[in-house]
Each structure stands twice: as structure tokens, then as C-alpha cells.
């Protein structure tokens, strides 16, 4: 496993790795070590995806303690998703992208939904907005482009595809996935900064999507 590490200001490394599932790995040995007290000093592990940010403000010789846990981790290992929990989210299938998504996959509508309700994602890491998570594990013919032209506003709750991401807009905002559906009223708020965490989709939880309907 090649592991690159970098100093990210004073206070920070950025480790750089291959791929996801390379981040996976070392973003769930370092937020275990963490979690066990094994890195004093360090606040946060920050998977990314195709990197690992770990800071340590105020403590730079703390990041020492690192580098001998990065030669430990097992590439091959699985990160323990039941440590993290399963959420399901309940979706209408009736997104402005999906005979475009279906066209490009190859499939009928109906062929998308089965296929985007059966996977099993993981949330590989979070970012763009708060309570935005990058779900990995789509099907291939799902792995799609990002739209050519971003829209200037897509609603909260909608569920898209981009690359080989899927994801699901907690709030109101500009973007450029290919959606399929949006969430029904009654979903789980995504963010809450009132809870803990604030997020519902934390790295390494499961999630699984639930057909509540489509045109």
C-alpha cells in the first residue's frame, strides 16, 4: 500500500493514499487508535477521498505516533460497519435525471431504481456541505458524469449520482449530480447541529435506499 505522508501546516499531516478503499482502511485503524487514547493530542481523522487528514493543534509531536500505526494497517482489512450503524432512507423516484441516468446506464427506470434500492453504500467520507456524505459502492452502470451545466438550485432531500458517488443534498443548494429522486418528508433530518454528532451519515455507516414510490 503506498502512503504518502505530508505536512499540512504546523499542526496537520495529510496522509495521501491510492483510493477509497485504502482511506477506508487507515481512516478506520486511525480513528480506532484515536478513540483508544493511543494518539494523545491528535482532535480529528478527516477520511477524504484520497486522503486522510489528521490534526493535532498545538501538539505537533503528537503526529509522531502516527507513522507506526500507517505500517501497521492491514490494506485488505474491513472496517467494522456495524460500529458505525445502518441507515435507511426512504426515497420517490422521480428525479429530473433519471431516463438520463437509465439511458446512459443502459437500463429502464425501473432497472434503476432495483439497482440503486439493492446496493449496499458506504459512507466513504463527508464535505461540500455540512451533513453531505459521499456514498461508495454504486452499481458500474450508475457511475455516471456529473451534469455539463450545474443547476443553480436543487432542493433539499434530492438524491443524485456523480462518478462513483452517490450522495443526498441536506439543504437547499447549488449542484451538479445527475438526480433521481428525492426523499420523502418524513426521512431523517441528515443535519441537526443540535444532535451528536450533527451528521447522520458518519464514515463506515451503511446506508441503504428505500423505494417509498416513483412516477
Do not use: K, N
Amino acid at each position: 500500500m503506498r502512503v504518502d505522508v505530508l505536512a499540512a501546516g504546523p499542526e496537520a499531516l495529510l496522509i495521501d493514499l491510492d483510493g477509497p478503499d485504502e482511506v477506508a482502511a487507515v481512516g478506520a485503524a486511525l480513528r480506532d487508535a484515536l478513540d483508544r487514547g493511543d494518539l494523545p493530542g491528535v482532535v480529528d481523522v478527516v477520511p477524504a477521498a484520497r486522503t486522510v487528514l489528521v490534526t493535532a493543534p498545538g501538539a505537533r509531536e503528537s503526529l509522531r505516533a502516527v507513522r507506526p500505526l500507517l505500517d501497521a494497517v492491514d490494506p485488505a482489512a474491513v472496517p467494522d460497519r456495524d460500529a458505525a450503524g445502518t441507515v435507511e432512507l426512504p426515497v420517490i423516484y422521480d428525479g429530473e435525471d433519471l431516463d438520463l441516468v437509465a439511458r446512459d446506464a443502459g437500463w429502464s427506470t425501473a432497472d434503476v431504481v432495483r439497482a440503486h434500492t439493492e446496493a449496499e453504500l458506504t459512507v466513504a467520507f463527508g464535505g461540500f456541505a455540512p451533513g453531505f456524505a459521499y456514498l461508495a459502492g454504486l452499481p458500474a452502470p450508475l457511475q455516471q458524469p456529473r451534469l455539463d451545466t450545474p443547476r443553480p438550485r436543487i432542493a433539499a432531500g434530492s438524491v443524485g449520482v456523480a462518478g462513483e458517488f452517490g450522495g443526498v443534498y441536506p439543504r437547499t443548494s447549488p449542484g451538479g449530480w445527475r438526480l433521481i429522486g428525492r426523499l420523502t418528508d418524513d426521512a431523517p433530518t441528515l443535519f441537526d447541529p443540535d444532535r451528536d454528532p450533527p451528521a447522520l451519515l458518519v464514515p463506515g455507516a451503511t446506508v441503504r435506499f428505500r423505494d417509498a414510490g416513483s412516477r
